[in-house]
């Protein structure tokens, strides 16, 4: 498990004001404190603002047609909305026992993050020739 992200994360959140973000830093700040908050293989990533943007309009669309609750999507949408969408922004995907998604930085700030409340679906390793119909 890599801590160093979750604390990087955790030391830009210090310096939020709750006035200066269009996110809510409660929900982030309890994500990242969870005893079981780590950071995805492969993270972090570096996109252009436009992927990071399409993504999460698509994974918003998504979740609500399969009815799960998500965290920050909206606000991340507006917030990436108002940058150079050439501009590359770092994700960074997390995930603990409750929830999974992402936190995106650009140049040492929050933009915001998109999570999504886990709902019991599991995953099965390998090709499943009874699920192919």
Request: with cysteine; aromatic share 12%.
């Amino acid at each position: 498990m890599n801590t160093d992200s979750i604390d990087y994360l955790k030391n830009l959140l210090t310096d939020v004001r709750k006035d200066d973000v269009p996110f809510c830093i409660e929900f982030l700040e309890n994500f990242l404190n969870s005893d079981s908050a780590y950071e995805k293989v492969g993270s972090p990533e570096n996109f252009a603002i436009s992927f990071a943007l399409n993504r999460a309009k698509f994974r918003l669309e998504s979740a609500k047609k399969a009815g799960k609750k998500t965290f920050g999507l909206e606000d991340l949408i507006s917030a990436l909305s108002k940058y150079d969408q050439t501009q590359k922004v770092t994700f960074f995907n997390l995930e603990n026992t409750q929830y999974l998604g992402t936190c995106f930085v650009l140049d040492d700030r929050i933009l915001g993050y998109e999570f999504v409340l886990k709902t019991g679906t599991t995953s099965v390793p390998g090709l499943r020739p009874d699920l192919l119909g």
